[in-house]
């Protein structure tokens, strides 16, 4: 049987807040198959980005349970996390999340050092991406010396360093003017011809309508879950993402198994 990507039973996220509870998410139930693209909309306040920090675990359920390629998360230590994100799932953030005081190529190579994947091969990769996504010329420049388009950019090659599963992005284009972000979508659009996971949190309809599927949320729980009558496929260029690491041949407290280890 074909796991699913990720699958949510009864998920609640409750945050003490001034000796109140309050309920981020109240009992999320769902399911995401590999390959999907899906877009999650909701009012401020209304959970998704609580939502897409579960699915990339930075955060845990308060109840319930989250699988990510069939695997409990809530299950998992602190070390073994950290290793599914870092293995699993690439993150695109609205701020772009870069350091400062690296250059292009550089940021583009962090997340193999804290997988462990650095290796004399890995220059090479982390050049490929940069060209891939039209920086080849602004390898040796800092965040500062960049766009915003470029940056995010930067943020899109880095999250497909370790040729992850999952491309988690939380308002890609939120800090964009109208023709750059048409840009960034394009290349997320991409990214799904090649068969990549998207899950994109986004208040813009016209970002949304690049989902095939869309899920509103209202006050922590699912108001509709369907597929996206606004859906407007794409008409770029299918391009190639092949890059990635070998996991280790041994990690200790690893959660996979000795034929996950030995797959690019």
Same mark, same amino acid.
């Given at each position: 049987?074909? =796991? +699913?990507?990720?699958?949510? &039973?009864?998920?609640?996220? /409750?945050?003490?807040? @001034? *000796? !109140?509870?309050?309920?981020? %998410? ?27 920090? =579960? +699915?990339?675990?930075?955060? &845990?359920?308060?109840?319930? /349970?989250?699988?990510? @390629? *069939? !695997?409990?998360?809530?299950? %998992? ?27 292009? =190529? ?159």
């Amino acid at each position: 049987m074909t =796991l +699913l990507a990720a699958s949510l &039973r009864n998920v609640w996220k /409750t945050y003490p807040m @001034d *000796g !109140v509870q309050v309920h981020a %998410l109240r009992g999320i139930s769902l399911d995401i198959r590999h390959g999907e693209y899906v877009a999650i909309m909701g009012a401020s306040g209304s959970g998704k980005s609580t939502l897409l920090n =579960l +699915l990339g675990c930075l955060d &845990r359920p308060t109840s319930g /349970t989250i699988l990510l @390629d *069939g !695997v409990d998360i809530s299950r %998992l230590n602190d070390n073994q996390l950290s290793e599914l994100r870092a293995r699993r799932i690439g993150f695109i953030f609205q701020s772009y999340n870069l350091i400062p005081q690296l250059t292009v =190529l550089e940021n583009i190579e962090v997340p193999l050092y804290y997988s462990g994947c650095w290796n004399a091969k890995s220059r090479a990769r982390c050049r490929e991406l940069a060209a891939k996504v039209g920086l080849a010329d602004r390898l040796h420049h800092r965040p500062t010396q960049l766009s915003g388009g470029q940056q995010q950019r930067v943020a899109i090659a880095r999250s497909l360093v370790n040729n992850p599963s999952f491309i988690l992005a939380d308002e890609p284009t939120g800090n964009l003017d109208s023709a750059t972000a048409e840009e960034i979508l394009l290349l997320i659009d991409q990214l799904h011809q090649e068969g990549k996971t998207i899950i994109l949190v986004t208040h813009e309809p016209d970002v949304a309508r690049r989902a095939r599927r869309l899920i509103r949320l209202r006050d922590g729980r699912i108001q509709s879950d369907q597929p996206n009558p606004t859906f407007t496929a794409s008409t770029s260029h299918q391009i190639s993402f092949q890059s990635g690491c070998p996991l280790p041949s041994a990690s200790t407290g690893s959660i996979w198994g000795p034929s996950e280890r030995s797959q690019p």
